[in-house]
C-alpha cells in the first residue's frame, strides 16, 4: 500500500516545480518496478516502495525516495543488524530497561526512567552505515551492495552522556575510551567476543554523545535501537550502539572482534587488524537525488537537481553541482532549514538542458575547508565512500 504522506509529498512537490517552470523531470511510476522482497516481519510499518530490501536485516532507502524535507520519515530509514533484533518485549516498558555505567567513580545501574530526570537534549544528524556506497567499489566487496541509501537526517533526544557521568562523580583514571555494548542476544555456544556489538569510540565523542529514548519525536523504534539507543553525532551508524545495555570508560578499546578486526580500512586483499584505521567518524559527503538516474524521463528545458549535503564531525559550508563528470563546477544553493552542525542540508540548483546526455555530480565543502575527494579510498570492505565521482548520475534528457 502506498504511503498516503508520501503520496502527499510528491503531488505537493510535483505541482511546486510544474508552477515554476521546473518540472523537467518525472520519476517512473511505481507500477514500472519490478516487484520487490517483502518486509520483513518486524518491519513491516516500513514503507515498501520507498525502500529496498536486501536481506531480512538490511534495508536502503531508494534514491529517489528521498524528499525535499530535511528530516527522513522513520519509515524510509534504513535498517542495518549486526545481529536478530532481540524479542520485542524488551519495548513492553521501556523505562524498565536497564544499563550498566562504568568507567565513572560511582558506578551503577540506571533505568531509562532515572535517566530521564538527569537531563534532555535533542540533536538532529546524519545516520550513516559505513558501508554507504559499498556498490560502486569495482572489486565487489562482501556486504551489502549499499549505494546513496544506507543513510538518512534523523532527531534524537536523551540524555547527554557527560551528565550521567557527571552524575556518577566523573571520569574514572586513565579514561581513553568510551565503550559500549549492544542488547542482542548472543547465539549459544559461541565465544562471546566474537559477535558481540560492542564498539570503542574516543572518550572526546562524549562530549556529544546522548542515550537517547526518542527518534524524530516518537520512542525510539525496536528496529533502529530502542527502547534505548547510544547516540554519537557525526561518527559512523556501527558506533550509535542499539539497545544498550552497558557504557562503559574505558582504558583500552574492547578486544570485541567487531571492534578488533572488524569495520577497519584494510587494504584489498587482507584481513583487518588493529593496526588499521577504525571507522569511526564521517568526512564531508554529498550526492545527487533527482533526477536519480534510476529511470527518470527527463525532458529538455528548465529543470531543477536537488540533492543533501554534510560535513560528517563538521559543518557542511557549501557545495557545487557540476553537469559534465567533473570538467566545471557552479554553486548550488541551500534550501529550508539549517538543523546544526550533524544534520544534512537540501541543496537546488536549476540548470537549463537541451536534449543529450549528461553526467551530473555534487561536491561539498565542510566548514573547515575539507573538500569531498573525486576518488574513493580503496579498501577490502568498501568502507567510507565519499567519492563524488561514484555518487554521479548520469542523465539522459530528451
Known amino acids: 500500500m502506498e504511503n498516503p504522506r508520501r503520496r502527499q509529498l510528491l503531488a505537493g512537490s510535483v505541482g511546486a516545480l510544474a508552477a515554476a517552470g521546473l518540472s523537467g523531470w518525472s520519476s517512473k511510476s511505481l507500477a514500472e518496478e519490478a516487484k520487490p522482497k517483502p518486509l520483513p516481519v518486524y ?31 522513520a519509515d524510509q530509514l534504513y535498517i542495518r543488524n549486526n545481529l536478530p533484533a532481540p524479542d520485542a518485549s524488551i519495548v513492553a516498558d521501556r523505562d524498565a530497561w536497564q544499563i550498566a555505567l562504568e568507567g565513572v567513580k560511582n558506578p551503577r545501574s540506571l533505568t531509562v526512567g532515572e535517566l530521564k530526570s ?4 535533542t540533536v538532529a544528524m546524519v545516520l550513516q552505515c559505513s ?10 566487496p562482501s556486504g551489502t551492495p549499499w549505494t546513496v541509501g544506507a543513510a538518512g537526517c534523523t532527531i534524537w533526544s536523551g540524555v547527554p552522556v ?35 556489538v560492542e564498539r570503542s569510540i574516543p572518550l572526546q565523542a ?4 546522548l542515550l537517547a529514548w526518542e527518534m ?7 528496529a533502529h535501537g530502542g527502547p534505548l539507543r547510544l547516540i554519537v553525532p557525526g ?6 550502539i542499539k539497545y544498550i545495555k552497558r557504557l562503559a570508560l574505558t582504558a583500552e ?18 584481513k583487518g587488524n588493529p593496526s588499521q584505521p577504525s571507522v569511526l567518524a564521517m568526512t564531508v559527503k554529498s550526492w545527487i537525488n533527482h533526477p536519480s538516474g534510476a529511470g527518470d524521463s527527463v525532458r529538455a528545458g528548465l529543470m531543477q537537481i536537488d540533492g543533501v549535503a554534510f560535513g560528517g564531525i563538521n559543518g557542511v559550508k557549501g557545495v557545487e553541482v557540476s553537469w559534465d563528470g567533473g570538467k566545471a563546477w557552479k554553486e548550488a544553493t541551500f534550501v529550508g532549514p539549517d538543523m546544526g552542525r550533524y544534520a544534512w542540508r537540501q541543496f537546488v540548483f536549476p540548470v537549463k538542458l537541451k536534449a543529450g546526455t549528461y553526467r551530473f555530480a555534487s561536491r561539498a565543502t565542510d566548514s573547515q575547508g575539507n573538500v569531498q575527494p573525486e576518488a574513493r579510498v580503496e579498501n577490502a570492505s568498501g568502507y567510507s565512500n565519499t567519492s563524488w565521482h561514484d555518487h554521479a548520475v548520469e542523465i539522459v534528457v530528451s
Open 118 to 121: 538527569m537531563g534532555l537534549e
Open 131 to 140: 558501508g554507504n556506497g559499498r556498490g560502486f567499489f569495482p572489486h565487489k
Open 162 to 196: 557527560r551528565a550521567v557521568v557527571e552524575a556518577l562523580g566523573g571520569v574514572g583514571e586513565g579514561v581513553r575510551f568510551m565503550t559500549g555494548t549492544g542488547g542482542e542476544k548472543l547465539p549459544d555456544g559461541i565465544d562471546p567476543k566474537t559477535v558481540i
Open 235 to 240: 561518527y559512523y551508524g556501527v558506533n550509535h
Open 206 to 209: 562524549m562530549n556529544q554523545a
Open 43 to 73: 518491519v513491516n510499518w516500513k514503507d515498501a516502495d520507498d525502500v529496498i530490501v536486501h536481506s531480512s536485516s538490511t534495508l536502503e532507502t531508494r534514491r529517489e525516495a528521498f524528499g525535499t524535507s530535511v528530516i527522513t520519515p
Open 253 to 270: 578499546e574492547t578486544d570485541a572482534k567487531i571492534q578488533k578486526t572488524g569495520y577497519r580500512m584494510s587494504p584489498i586483499g587482507e
Open 216 to 222: 524524530n519525536g516518537e520512542p525510539v523504534p525496536m
